[in-house]
């Protein structure tokens, strides 16, 4: 409490919170909803699969990890508390684990100092800001940094040793593990007792999400075979279209489907599927689209 007293009090006045309250908004799934797309029909196949799982099943980890532990945020006792994107058990932090693997899987792919400089920064920020908003302890920060840089360091170790096993399974092999995994993922939530206390509201959209990535990008890497490689005017011109797809996707069964879980799900694995599958189709039949090719997974 003493240290969130301290930068409270460092950094006084409505400023202050506004811009903490930007700073933690970097890990957000409106941003991670423009990123994670362009990423994925901009870079090598690997490192987007790479990107988007660590991402993905990251925020599935940290619920886990909050259902067993259980640790209480804390309270508003001479404190500040800005309930910004903050709800639930408090260890560990999901921003602060989800910016750390995030960013130190990007350091990883990407050896430069300065984006590991950068990294750092981003990671030292928002874990900040958690502190600064009142809603973690020190100690869910400090446990947040730890299991996502441990995520960042086992993601491409696993992904090596899981590729080789896929490949055996043939593609509707990896299009059905692709959609019942995340579903077991999720049920389990149901079945254990002692995680079925925690209430989570966006984990069936987020396993859903890696339900339609991880089926589509199967599909799309054995029908369709979109990469902008080189072709940056082509990518210019797809992204805007691609993101708009995404909006009307999730906007606009948003507005049809009723609500509930199994509904969230639903779509947002079409979300999934159409960043995936559809909208590397599209990309394909715009002018100048036909000329990008395959790459290895």
Known sequence: MAVIRWLQALMPGDGWVTFWSLVTRIYSEDVFMVLMPVAYWLLPRRQSRLLAGVFLVNIWLNDLCKALVWQ??????????????????????????????????????????????????VMLLVGVSRLYLGVHWPGDVAGGWALGLGVAWAAPRVQARAGATLARVGLWGRVLLGLAAPVLMLQLFAWVPVLSRLESAHLPGVLGALAGFWAGSALEEAYVGYRAGGRWLHALAAIPLGLGLLLAVRYGLKAVFPGGPAWDFVRYLAIGLTATLVCPWLFRRLPGGSGAGREAA
């Open 72 to 121: 209480p945020r804390p309270p508003a006792d001479g404190i500040r508390v800005v309930p910004v994107d903050a709800g639930g058990p408090g260890f560990p932090s999901g921003h602060a684990q989800g910016t750390a693997a995030v960013w130190a899987t990007v350091a990883g792919l990407w050896r430069r100092r300065w984006l590991t400089t950068l990294a750092g920064a």
